[in-house]
C-alpha cells in the first residue's frame, strides 16, 4: 500500500489506512448519533430530516474512505430505493391507519396503544429518516458517476 494516487474506475482515489481506520471506529458512533437524533424530534430539537442527513453522510465518510465506487458495489441501489421507499411507506401505513381508524390522517390518539402520539411521531420520524437518507445517499451516487458516466450509458443503450 503505497501513498501513490491510482487511477481507479471512479476517478482519483488515495488509500490512507489512517483515515480507513478512522472511519471504521468513528462511523458506528456517527450513526447511532443519528439514529438518537431520529428518534428526539419529538421531544426535542432534531427529528427525522436531520437524523436521515447524517446517516447519509456516514455513509459519505465510508465511500471517501474505501472508495467511491467500491462503496456504490456493496450498497446496490436496490437498497438505497428500498430506504427511501420504506419509509415512505411507514409514513403512509401510520398516516392512514388513523383513517381507518376513524380519525384524521396522522391523529395518533386512535390507536389503541398507551403513549399513541409520542410513539407514532418517532414512528414517522424514524421514516422521514429514512426517506432522506435514502435521497440524500441516492444523489450522492448520481453526482459523484458524473456527467461522463451518464454520457456513455446513454450511447449504449
Known amino acids: 500500500m503505497s501513498d501513490v494516487p491510482e487511477e481507479t474506475e471512479g476517478g482519483l482515489y488515495v488509500e490512507s489506512t489512517i483515515i480507513m481506520t478512522t472511519v471504521r471506529v ?19 430539537p432534531g ?3 436531520q437524523g436521515g442527513v447524517i446517516a447519509g453522510a456516514t455513509l459519505m465518510m465510508v465511500a471517501f474512505a474505501f472508495g467511491i465506487e467500491s462503496t456504490r458495489h456493496w450498497v446496490n441501489g436496490g437498497l438505497v430505493a428500498a430506504l427511501a421507499g420504506g419509509g415512505v411507506a411507514v409514513f403512509a401505513l401510520v398516516g392512514l391507519g388513523s383513517v381507518v381508524l376513524g380519525g384524521s390522517f ?7 396503544i398507551y403513549h399513541a402520539s409520542k410513539y407514532g411521531i418517532e414512528l414517522v420520524e424514524f ?3 429514512g426517506i432522506v437518507a435514502g435521497v440524500v445517499i441516492g444523489l450522492f451516487f448520481v453526482i459523484a458517476a458524473g456527467f ?3 454520457v456513455s450509458e446513454e450511447a449504449e443503450r
Open 26 to 44: 468513528v462511523a458506528p458512533f456517527v450513526l447511532t448519533f443519528a439514529i438518537f437524533i431520529m428518534f428526539h424530534g419529538a421531544d426535542s
Open 47 to 49: 427529528g427525522g430530516f
Open 106 to 112: 396522522l391523529e395518533y390518539d386512535v390507536y389503541p
Open 127 to 129: 421514516a422521514i429518516g
Open 148 to 150: 461522463d458516466h451518464a
